[in-house]
T-cell receptor, first 114, second 114 residues
Framework: DVKVTQSSRYLVKRTGEKVFLECVQD?????MFWYRQDPGLGLRLIYF???????EKGDIPEGYSVSREKKERFSLILESASTNQTSMYLC?????????????FGSGTQLSVL | AQKVTQAQTEISVVEKEDVTLDCVYE???????LFWYKQPPSGELVFLIR??????QNEISGRYSWNFQKSTSSFNFTITASQVVDSAVYFC???????????FGKGTRLSVIA
């Protein structure tokens, strides 16, 4: 069965810490995405990547960076965590054929920044 | 610009009732794709359906049906004879031509009460 795996289901960090959220997919997908989900705001795109070592900013990239050194792994980095980054983070992947391909999602990481 | 509006924030129904989730989209492109995803309490978004802009046929899958109307820019989702397991957050999403990321609506939380 196809799978997108996020390393942690729940994470608690302190303000100012550097935080790494890891995502791995086993479907050989070209595209990978990071969204954050907040009540009343739905899913908002942070960063995405269409190929190894490539990255594109989404709608809300401020305060985040990403790394994609291998095709199957896409990491989201919070350089200096802040309380307004407390959120549910969702990773997704899709094939490279086009934006019409369906996304496969991980189970999410609920991050709390204290 | 692309936009998806799900005006219903929360809906509560009694089991076996029918319920319709509304989705209105905006795009200037003539080629686009519409999606519905379900997010159960476990957190992982699950793909339900994809429809392209050239196919206005309604679709039925078991208790689920979708009504796509280009004239009103709507892609509504109906659950017939709802069940408790249908309780989830449902997202409508839009993708235009090319490899552009999905734009999601803010979601509708459906609660089905036994």
């Amino acid at each position: 069965d196809v799978k997108v795996t996020q390393s942690s289901r729940y994470l608690v960090k302190r303000t100012g810490e550097k935080v790494f959220l890891e995502c791995v997919q086993d479907m050989d997908h070209e595209n990978m995405f990071w969204y954050r989900q907040d009540p009343g705001l739905g899913l908002r795109l942070i960063y995405f990547s269409y190929d190894v070592k490539m990255k594109e900013k989404g709608d809300i990239p401020e305060g985040y960076s990403v790394s994609r050194e291998k095709k199957e792994r896409f990491s989201l980095i919070l350089e200096s965590a802040s309380t307004n980054q407390t959120s549910m983070y969702l990773c997704a992947s899709s094939t490279g054929a086009g934006g019409w391909e369906k996304l496969f999602f991980g189970s999410g990481t609920q991050l709390s920044v204290l | 610009a692309q936009k998806v509006t799900q005006a219903q924030t929360e809906i509560s129904v009694v089991e076996k009732e029918d319920v319709t989730l509304d989705c209105v989209y905006e795009t200037r492109d003539t080629t686009y794709y519409l999606f519905w995803y379900k997010q159960p309490p476990s957190g992982e978004l699950v793909f339900l359906i994809r429809r392209n802009s050239f196919d206005e046929q309604n679709e039925i899958s078991g208790r689920y049906s979708w009504n796509f109307q280009k004239s009103t820019s709507s892609f509504n989702f109906t659950i017939t004879a709802s069940q408790v397991v249908d309780s989830a957050v449902y997202f409508c999403a839009l993708s235009t031509r090319g490899n552009t990321p999905l734009v999601f609506g803010k979601g509708t939380r459906l609660s089905v009460i036994a």
